[in-house]
């Protein structure tokens, strides 16, 4: 449960601000990603949808508000990160007509949790959350561009969700301030889902699979679950799991999985091993509070064509191949009227499928060395960045220090380290940092001690 002071009364919820953004300049040309100033909005048909169009010199994001609010794709550096069913592809399918299952368009979307039939405080699928249109609005356009799209009430559970999406002028960073309000008159339990569907065949939708496409996020030392995750559906022993040095890996591999992991950092990250473009999601996690089965963050992947009852030669309309990746708000409980926000980020870069981890400024695959020779300190890594701009060193040594610029980098290509710079002798440690167009520190991609390369008789001095 949460306190007040996380929620807000009805009277004061019916709008939420969105996250207030510097005002940001237009970048050096650097690239041409980077060349025009400013984010834009407008109206566009995408694929057959009436959408609504936000973009920037590095991100492009189309959202389709007839379609239950979707964020139905986002491009980067002319990459497509989300899957769209290739079934549905430009169509609306009224409310009213078969099943959920028929209606699963791709994309990004919102969902409550916990799932099932077991009673009211389940949430069935039904009702008008995922599928209702809902309502666009434009909050702002400029330095910062932000939408507002708001939901219908859903009479099984009783609630609303409101979601502001916004870019800002010169990064690929992607902002979300997620809503859900208790329009009911009791109070109710519940916790708020983002649901990001990834394809893992190239083109989208097809039999050309992805085998190096990955899910991944840190395990809890202290979890909950067996072996740091929770087989929610599908084998145990399912091949596509790996747990290594610390981070839970999945994968698709022809079976249908869902998979329960109570991360306690933060983030997941999907992975193109193929293409090397990589998406990092972030939100807050509490670790006093309870969530919906433990789980912070859920991976869920479609399986192979499932032979109809009526026949085994034909099948039924296989989704996919796609994996979900899911990150989960706390359980909430909301009195009538009162409201909860979920806030998270994207970050999109391009780096391969050696991913170890990722900070706040970038992705790290190479973990960062620095090795004392002859010719000079020796700083080597490869890394993903989040913000164009230069990676900078910084030096530390008993009475002395300093930075160094490295290189400039972007987040549309992989940055691979290796450089010789003259350092102060007495240097023993030193950080690589992201500084962005603007001068701004986002943070190190890695701090290590310098160690010193081996002596010509093979052992190791400096």
Not at 400 to 425: C, D, F, N, R, Y
Request: net charge negative.
């Amino acid at each position: 449960m949460q306190s007040a002071s996380v929620r807000t009364k009805a009277r004061f919820a019916t709008l939420f601000s969105v996250i207030a953004l510097p005002a940001l300049l237009a970048l050096p040309l650097q690239s041409q990603a980077a060349s025009a100033p400013g984010c834009q909005l407008h109206a566009t048909n995408y694929l057959g949808w009436k959408a609504e169009e936000i973009s920037n010199p590095w991100v492009k994001l189309e959202i389709v508000p007839q379609i239950g609010g979707r964020l139905i794709q986002v491009t980067f550096g002319g990459h497509d990160f989300l899957y769209i069913n290739p079934l549905l592809q430009g169509k609306v399918i009224p409310l009213e007509s078969k099943g959920y299952g028929d209606r699963n368009y791709g994309g990004d979307k919102i969902w409550p949790l916990p799932e099932g039939n077991r009673d009211e405080q389940h949430w069935s699928g039904g009702g008008n959350l995922d599928d209702a249109p809902f309502t666009l609005q434009v909050l702002s356009s400029g330095p910062t561009c932000a939408v507002r799209l708001t939901g219908p009430i859903n009479p099984e559970v009783g609630q609303r969700y409101i979601r502001d999406i916004s870019i800002g002028a010169d990064t690929p960073v992607i902002s979300f301030h997620v809503v859900m309000q208790n329009m009911s008159g009791y109070p109710q339990t519940w916790s708020e889902q983002t649901i990001t569907e990834y394809p893992t065949s190239h083109p989208s939708g097809s039999d050309n699979f992805n085998t190096r496409f990955w899910g991944v996020t840190e395990v809890n030392p202290a979890s909950a679950y067996l072996n740091g995750y929770h087989v929610r559906t599908g084998p145990a022993d399912n091949s596509a799991f790996l747990v290594s040095a610390g981070m839970f890996r999945v994968h698709w591999n022809h079976i249908m999985q869902e998979v329960w992991i109570d991360s306690q950092s933060g983030w997941l990250a999907a992975v193109d091993g193929w293409t090397g473009y990589t998406m990092v999601e972030r939100h807050r996690i509490d670790p006093t509070a309870v969530y919906p089965g433990k789980a912070s963050i859920i991976f869920y992947s479609t399986g192979e064509p499932t032979p109809l009852p009526a026949s085994g030669q034909t099948t039924e309309p296989r989704e996919g191949p796609f994996v979900e990746a899911e990150m989960n708000s706390p359980m909430v409980e909301l009195a009538p009227g009162e409201s909860y926000a979920m806030d998270t980020q994207w970050y999109p870069t391009r780096m391969g499928e050696d991913f170890k981890t990722t900070t706040y400024s970038g992705v790290i695959g190479t973990p960062l060395t620095a090795t004392a020779t002859p010719a000079g300190l020796v700083l080597s890594g490869s890394f993903g960045v989040f913000y164009a701009g230069d990676l900078v060193v910084h030096l530390y040594g008993r009475g002395s220090g300093g930075t160094a610029k490295l290189m400039p980098v972007v987040p549309t290509e992989p940055v691979h380290l290796h450089t010789i710079i003259q350092a102060p002798q007495n240097t023993t440690r030193v950080s690589v940092h992201v500084i962005d167009s603007h001068g701004l520190d986002r943070g190190p991609l890695g701090e290590v001690l310098v160690q010193p390369a081996p002596s010509t008789d093979g052992t190791s001095g400096r």
